[in-house]
């Protein structure tokens, strides 16, 4: 279809979606009213089972298979992205050259910020169970933490200081783990993915029983997808090219 | 406004979509594709919200009580966001993959599925 | 026998394989390539076995679990279950057979390292049980997206392919876009309902007013599950994808990705808007979905001279012919979706491996190229020639049985024009890969004109590093599949297993009751009408004869002038299947507005 013809076709397609959308919209419960049906059911089984991040007991206790689909598809997409930027049979993988230069206090201010940061990113992922916060943040922000070396720094920098195996390891075993938990669970209790574990005081940090043993487990797991996300993109855009004939 | 939440949420989708029909990039299309989700989330999340309530964690300082905002979407939000990133990564290595091959991310150029 | 109604260990079914791919991840460079092979192959075994043995267990009833303990009261609860009813136990069996035979083809395939398609094919695989047993809606699009995930990255994995990277980024945009409409819906719903498993939106929804935002909601939670089935206009990504992904991955996706989108739009429907919407509104929605799609994807099917897009719009053909089947809502109907979708998957299925032969041996797929070059093979042809009949219909195939008894359910609801399209649709597109064959395997037929370039990509990468003489594995695999099709049609077990879940798909009732009131299975019917008539026997034959017409006509196109009568329609069709994603999408939101108002409308 010529470019006309296909605004033309979406806009008649999404006109039409849009007042039906409006319209029906109108009759939703109002911006901010009180009536929240799940929310009375989830906020008293998380208090039951000693989590004090509601959220948290959502994600790894009550709709914990939710969570073993999500980190799932996380481990499945790097995977997929690895492979698609594999480099191709005319290609090699060349060692990445050094050019460039970076002010001597910008690569201060990176090697400070690096380790604060991923102490940061620690402590979001180890109490996930009782403060906002928890494995797929935690293992967002170290994983940032950790290019703070690029950022502030060279990629070459980067890559003598990230070795790929442990992060690859991380990715799978994380991943893995969050489906063994299950099974124990399901082999300790009679459920897959309950909560198995004994829940402790209220607030305190092994308090939550399995949530806590999730929150590590998806932490470790999102710190090295995303690592091994970025090496793949990095790698095809600074080290691959195409064989010399 | 009451609704005016949800007509933004709808805003996004709608727009995100409509920045793929008439894309030139690639890179540029799944990056609409991302606001669109975008949408998907402030909807998930205004649908949630209730007026002067707290959030859905529990401390020293707030007792356990129901007077806080749906966590439930929020918890579907938070996964979503995170899992979202690696669907568009492989989406974006395509179109890396694409542009070796084709010599171009213009889709009106891309030609080789024809029929 | 009604079954065991609670079952923990069906989360293993889906946990199994994701974890075992997870450890291939890891380990797939540094382990030999046929213990990876060994170790995928023992899981997706597993994998069957274990579906089998939830059938079993099911019987005609339903086995289920909440996961993690969160049993409901009165009615509500915050946990997810997984039900496994004969529909979804037994799709859990075609997942996993479906599986085996796509990997114990690739033993001797994909021979490059380092491409994770193990590890990705056992996500895929997991993603379409969680699928398939959830009862959650959220839960399901999340599975969903799994499936598209590892889907996605395996229609493009041959990277050097530049047909295949734009394949599967078309494929990804344009499931993905879907899936995201479908938790828009699914947010809309949470705002009138507080609930997001299916049977508690079932109780939930009638409670409230019936009005427009139901009905945008119901429009938009299925945008994604019809783009996945590949209902006209949602069905551009098919034929792109199956062009360019690897013979087993189109194995899977043809045999029973496609489907799951229909199973998806079919139990959401009845179970969760089965209060709000009436039986009337359903069907008519699904009929005329059902009907558009059929035929588009027939008459596309007759214009295609590259066998692994003919068989996509084939399938396309066929998802309409499933979709009036179901829109039928009866028992009858519904059994005969069941069967025909197992004997679909089974002869198609082998019909992809033989394409996969074909490329790999003479690196194209393309009728004219192929001209000929099939001569003296004459097991192969054997295998070909009767695959295509039992797309056609031919009795005793299960695909036969089941169009058989579909059409006849499926007549009594709209009426005697049912029986006319499924035959016409059985013989374009039995008759489109017929004529395929002939050419390939018997080089008859006129030479046809010199296609386009960009219809028929000359060097096609050849899929594999094999050897020229067929590996025993695929040889196998393929003759596996067409006795499956065979059995499937001939074995009275299959037509009783096909009656019980088209029942159980429609007791709705007994759904919610089992789930949130922990009540028993109801006994079922027993259903005489699942078995071969004389009028199906018939009308296959008229189908098959129909059918071998069609493929004459196609070979002998140049005696026949009066045919190209058709060719401006069949240009105007080739011409709006671009391969561009923005018409696409413009495509998949002027089809949900036809749909919101089809729905709308019918519903004053």
Redesign the interface.
Known sequence: MSRRARLLVFLLGGGVLAIAFVIGVVDMPGFGGDEHPYRDLAVPSAVAHGTANVVAAVNFDQRAIDTFGEETILIASTLGAVALLRPSREETVRRPPDLGHTLESTRLIGYVLMPLTLVLGADVVAHGGITPGGGFQGGVVLATGLHLLYVTGSYPALDRLRPLLPFRTAEALGAAAFGVVGALALIGTGSFLANALPYGSFGQIFSTGTVQVLNLVVGIEVFGSMVVLLAAFFEQEISVRKQDA | MQVLAYLVAGYLVLVGAYGIVRSRHLVHAVVCLSISQSGTYVLLLAVGYQHSASAPVFGSTTRPNRHVVDPVVQAMTLTDIVVSATVTALLLALSVQINKRHGTVDPDELIALRG | MIGVAHD?????L???P??V???L??CDRALPRRVVDVVAMLTVLGVTTGSVALLIGAGNGRSL??????HPKDG?????A?VADPLSAGLCVLIGSLATCALLYSWHYVA?G????H??ML?FV??ML?FVL?A?L??MI??F??M???A???T??H?????A??????F??VN??GA??S??GL??L???A???GLPQLGRLLPEH?V???????F?LVLAGFLVKGALVPFHFWL??AH??APAPVCVMFSGVMVELGLYGAARISLVAFGGVLSEDTLRRTFVVLGLVTALLGAVMCLG?RHLK?LLAFSTIAHMGLFTIGFAALRADALTGVVLYVAGHAAVKAALFLLAGVLLDRHQSVDEGQLRGLGRGRWGEAALFFTAALGLAGLPPFGSGLGKAITEDGAALSFGHWVPALFVLVSALTGGSVLRFASHTYLGIGDRGEPETK??S?EDEEAESGAPRHTPATMTTSIVGLVAAGIVIGVLPGIRGFASAAAQRLLDTDGYASQLLDGGPATPLRHDPAAAWTGTGILLGIVAIALALAVAAAGLWQERLPWLRLGHPVMRRL?R????????Y??????????L??LV?LART
């Not at chain 3, 509500?76 to 997810?80: K, Q």
């Not at chain 3, 990277?159 to 047909?163: G, N, Q, S, V």
């Not at chain 3, 009005?211 to 909601?217: H, S």
């Not at chain 3, 709006?576 to 018409?583: A, F, P």
Request: charged fraction near 10%.
């Open positions: 923990p260990w069906m989360p293993l889906v946990a199994l994701a974890t791919a997870c450890l991840a890891l679990t909440w996961l993690g303990g969160w509500v609860g915050v946990g997810i997984f490059r380092g491409t994770h398609f590890a990705l996500f997991a993603g969680g959830s959650d959220f839960d999340v599975f997206e799994l598209g995930a590892a996605y990255a395996l493009g994995i990277i050097e392919d530049e047909t990277v734009e394949g599967g980024l078309n990804g945009l993905s876009l995201y409409l938790l828009t947010a809309l949470y705002a009138r507080g609930q997001l007013r009005d427009v935002l139901v009905v945008v909601a429009v034929a792109d062009a360019v295609q897009r960009a219809e990509p080739h709006l299947h671009t391969g561009h994603i923005g018409d999408v413009a495509w998949l939101f002027a089809g949900l507005a036809a919101v108002l709308g």
